[in-house]
């Protein structure tokens, strides 16, 4: 991205949240005011072996449109902020190093989700685009994105297969950027295969951290809660991401007890931190407060059993990829429902956009097929949806950035 392009992306942001301040709650809050009422000691856990203690609650920045947002989170205790290589293009990290510019580098920890050329989304694999060269180079653009000296996590994203996660060159890119300095921690994030992934992580005996989506509608939960009480055997810490099941923002089904939920979390010991997407001060203010008393009342209780049996199919999907081998065309059915929930429930068109551009397809793939062939777990009409968000493929990025 050139100067001038980062600058107008920056302005854009700015432009953006100036017009939330005329909404109660958000600019003003921005300015310290009612976040400092938290900046007191946060509950934390420790990360692994890592020797890092963060507060119960981190960020996830996708949803940030404003560097303000991120330096409020900061004075209200937040340490840890993760983004990706892939939210906007880049655009993500230098908004999360704007927010950060000034404070102290030792009191803060950002991550992000770095992923290569080559890294096939739908197999998990990696293909022969892959290099070790262009792994460090996608890192180093992170960095200097950030305008920080070093990257406290680094992670590799879309960890699934045991093949993937001890891939040499994964490794060796992550073994060498630890020696030069400039991440000081590596792990993976990983949305689907996720047994798999932990024990494939703790097994390559190099990683220190994993991100793992974890929420009340989890399948399997025995096997991995087993696979992440090894991870922590081991010396990896545990983050969870989608800790919601994309419930606390979608509009279809019934409201979701969002702190029920992320207490339901936080009951397993073993995960450090949720990284929440916030993208309000409210939401921030409600974790901040949610983290200071994790036990659950027996109404959250009831709450959050009602939301997992009462929610319809809801948009979250469960990334099992169940449905690929039943699609004749093997359409990326997974990233093309996150994208689907990415517009619909977190009402995040450019992240949508993204993820639809990442799943491959083009014009709408269903129009093929007269009746759709795949049985989702979830109860999706997967037709139906795709050819819905399929259309967001023709819409130019420039006029949903706008
Ligand atoms: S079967 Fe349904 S829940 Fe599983 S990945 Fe496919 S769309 Fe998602
Ligand atoms: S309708 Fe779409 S998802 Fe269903 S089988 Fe056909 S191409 Fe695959």
Redesign the pocket.
């Known amino acids: 991205m050139n100067t001038n392009n980062r600058r107008e992306f920056l302005k854009r942001s700015i432009i953006g949240v100036s017009g939330a301040a005329l909404l109660p709650g958000t600019i003003n809050a921005y300015a310290g005011e009612s976040a400092i009422q938290f900046a007191q000691k946060l509950p934390e856990r420790s990360l692994g072996k890592t020797g890092i203690k963060t507060p119960l609650i981190s960020m996830g920045t996708s949803g940030t449109t404003n560097p303000n947002f991120v330096k409020a989170a900061y004075d209200a205790g937040i340490r840890l902020f993760f983004s990706a290589n892939y939210y906007g293009e880049g655009n993500n990290e230098i908004l999360v190093g704007e927010g950060l510019k000034g404070i102290p580098r030792d009191s803060f920890l950002v991550g992000t989700a770095a992923s290569p050329d080559g890294l096939d989304r739908r197999s998990g694999t990696l293909t022969g685009e892959f290099t070790v060269d262009g792994y460090i180079k996608k890192a180093e653009d992170s960095l200097k994105r950030f305008g920080l000296d070093h990257i406290d996590i680094l992670l590799f994203p879309y960890a699934g297969k045991k093949e993937t996660v001890q891939h040499e060159g994964i490794l060796k890119t992550m073994e060498q950027l630890k020696k030069q300095g400039k991440v000081r921690f590596v792990g993976i994030a990983s949305h689907s295969d996720t047994v798999e992934a932990l024990n494939a992580a703790v097994a390559a005996g190099i990683y220190d951290m994993a991100m793992i989506s974890y929420n009340y509608k989890t399948q399997n939960k025995d096997m991995l809660d087993q696979a992440v009480a090894n991870a922590v055997k081991a010396g990896m810490g545990v983050v969870a991401m989608k800790t919601t099941a994309g419930a606390s923002r979608d509009k279809s089904g019934p409201p979701l007890n969002t702190n029920a939920a992320l207490k339901w979390v936080l009951q397993n010991e073993n995960i450090t931190s949720i990284v929440s997407g916030m993208s309000s001060v409210e939401e921030l203010q409600k974790n901040l407060t949610m983290i200071q008393n994790l036990k659950m009342s027996e109404q959250e209780l009831k709450d959050l059993n009602l939301a997992a049996v009462g929610s319809g199919t809801g948009l979250y999907c469960q990334q099992c990829k169940q449905?690929i081998p039943?699609?004749?065309?093997q359409?990326d059915?997974p990233t093309l429902m996150r994208s689907y929930m990415y517009a619909y429930g977190y009402k995040n068109t450019e992240q949508a956009w993204y993820t639809l551009a990442d799943s491959g397809i083009s014009g709408n793939?269903?129009d093929?097929?007269d009746?759709?062939?795949?049985n989702c777990i979830s109860g999706f009409d997967?037709?139906s949806k795709?050819s819905d968000i399929a259309r967001l493929r023709d819409v130019p990025l420039d006029f949903i950035r706008v």
């Open positions: 449905c039943q699609c004749p065309h359409l059915i793939p269903c093929q097929c009746t759709c062939k795949v997967i037709k795709i």
